[in-house]
T-cell receptor
Framework: GDSVTQMEGPVTLSEEAFLTINCTYT??????LFWYVQYPGEGLQLLLK?????DKGSNKGFEATYRKETTSFHLEKGSVQVSDSAVYFC?????????????FGRGTSLIVHP | DAGVIQSPRHEVTEMGQEVTLRCKPI?????LFWYRQTMMRGLELLIY????????DSGMPEDRFSAKMPNASFSTLKIQPSEPRDSAVYFC???????????????FGPGTRLTVT
């Protein structure tokens, strides 16, 4: 079946450091890929997405590129802020029949210190 | 739009009691999902609906759990009888699906924090 693997957390960084959170996936066909962010006490919210190979999703300084050859969708940010502290989820969705199947990774906690 | 609405936000109940969680999806979305989140197991997909029809309920942990979607604007997740191990945050999410070129992203509600004592 489909699966999403994220790096274990927590990831702890100082403010203005460079961020990478690795994500790889296993799926047949051509899934869409997503990063969601969850702040404490809230639901997940979409951060960025990419729907086909070589697409780059970006939002709020975060970027991720859909790499089909390495089945990866790594999240990056050039300079993190304390306010970026949250849990980040990598996810995919794939069409199957008349419906589609969502799959989430386990999440990676990011802690940014001043 | 107000987003996905869930109620109650917090629920504390005693073991053996019936618990009903409610969700109102975003208008016009074809898909509705129920998830459970715990520290131990992470985010688990319990069941999802397409146009009010249950598509996959393989994630429902046992017969004590049931979900319904009587119309496009309302869904319930019921636990009867509840047990302490059901304590978790339950999220509802909706999605426009793949119609109109959408990429099937999901919109989550704020969650219901359930505590069973």
């Amino acid at each position: 079946g489909d699966s999403v693997t994220q790096m274990e957390g927590p990831v702890t960084l100082s403010e203005e450091a460079f961020l990478t959170i690795n994500c790889t996936y296993t799926a047949t066909g051509y899934p869409s890929l997503f990063w969601y962010v969850q702040y404490p006490g809230e639901g997940l919210q979409l951060l960025l997405k990419a729907t086909k190979a070589d697409d780059k999703g970006s939002n709020k300084g975060f970027e991720a590129t859909y790499r089909k050859e390495t089945t990866s969708f790594h999240l990056e940010k050039g300079s993190v802020q304390v306010s970026d502290s949250a849990v980040y989820f990598c996810a995919l969705s794939r069409r199957k029949g008349g419906s589609y199947i969502p799959t989430f990774g386990r999440g990676t906690s990011l802690i940014v210190h001043p | 739009d107000a987003g996905v609405i869930q109620s109650p936000r917090h629920e504390v109940t005693e073991m053996g009691q019936e618990v009903t969680l409610r969700c109102k999806p975003i208008s016009g979305h074809d898909y509705l999902f129920w998830y459970r989140q715990t520290m131990m197991r992470g985010l688990e997909l319990l069941i999802y609906f397409n146009n009010n029809v249950p598509i996959d309920d393989s994630g429902m942990p046992e017969d004590r759990f049931s979900a319904k979607m009587p119309n496009a604007s309302f869904s319930t997740l019921k636990i009867q009888p509840s047990e302490p191990r059901d304590s978790a945050v339950y999220f509802c999410a909706s999605s426009p699906g793949l119609a109109g070129g959408s990429s099937s992203e999901q919109y989550f509600g704020p969650g219901t924090r359930l505590t069973v004592t």
